[in-house]
């Protein structure tokens, strides 16, 4: 039998983080936490960074990259990446792999599928992991769910999704008009909405969880975003657990096998 586990960091615009882990494989996705914040969160997971053999980046935006070089030169972990966005964060004397959309790559046992998603940065990604018949989907930091992002999150036992915004809180919020208008565009975020058209679209009887993610700290609330998405999945008539990643702060460890 295969297992993943996946335990998520960190989350949010302070900083995000996934830990994937499984046949004898731990890989982050991202590293948008500080190199100490990574070690102390690692071993709350009961991982140590030397046991890390990789980090992937979606893409190059600060709050998914900012620990990257220190942790990886720290421990000696090679960074993988889309060339957009290796060439894009400050990498230097460290070992690099480009990857390319739809194109598996592997680390250890533990298989990748990386494909294209909308979202203001060079060349960004949304990843699939599997191990053996074990699928997680990880898709954040994308402003709309294309029929591309749908498929690759079909079939996930295990979905951790965008719900960025409220779309209420962010009308009514402090943020200027430019930004609105960014976080809302195609390139953007996803908002609840979204979250729930894309977890009730790509969820089926064999999907048992979906953990929210990167959820704002100034326009959305967990009670908002878990409220919206369990009550499209009802809809639909499939009934995964809905968890949600609050900002800032780890969850996990999500187990699927």
């Not at 990259?65 to 960074?79: E, I, L, M, S």
């Not at 402090?174 to 996803?190: C, E, T, V």
């Not at 959820?215 to 809809?235: D, F, G, H, Q, Y």
């Amino acid at each position: 039998m295969h297992e993943i586990s996946v335990a998520v960091l960190s989350s949010g615009s302070i900083g995000n983080s996934i830990l994937v882990s499984g046949s004898g494989s731990n890989v982050l996705v991202d590293a948008g936490i500080s190199c100490r914040d990574l070690e102390r969160r690692l071993s709350s997971f009961g991982v140590q960074p030397t046991q890390i053999e990789a980090v992937v980046l979606t893409h190059e935006h600060t709050d998914h990259v900012r620990g990257a070089r220190r942790f990886c030169t720290q421990y000696r972990v090679p960074v993988l990446g889309t060339r957009g966005t290796l060439a894009l964060v400050t990498l230097n004397g460290l070992e690099t792999r480009n990857i390319t959309p739809k194109e598996p790559f592997s680390v250890g046992r533990l298989g990748f599928t990386p494909f294209k998603v909308r979202h203001l940065a060079a060349d960004p990604i949304a990843l699939t992991v599997s191990s053996g018949t074990a699928k997680v989907g990880i898709a954040s930091d994308l402003g709309s769910v294309t029929p591309l992002v749908t498929k690759h999150m079909t079939d996930c036992g295990l979905m951790l999704v965008e719900a960025n915004y409220d779309d209420d809180m962010l009308t009514a919020g402090n943020y200027p008009d430019f930004l609105k208008k960014a976080i809302r565009s195609d390139h953007g975020h996803l908002s609840n909405r979204d979250a729930a058209i894309l977890s009730s679209k790509a969820a089926d009887d064999r999907t048992k969880k979906v953990v929210l993610i990167h959820l704002s700290r100034e326009n959305n609330t967990p009670e908002k975003a878990r409220l919206v998405v369990e009550t499209s999945l009802e809809a639909r008539g499939v009934k995964p657990s809905v968890e949600v990643s609050e900002h800032g702060c780890s969850s996990g460890p999500h187990r699927l096998s």
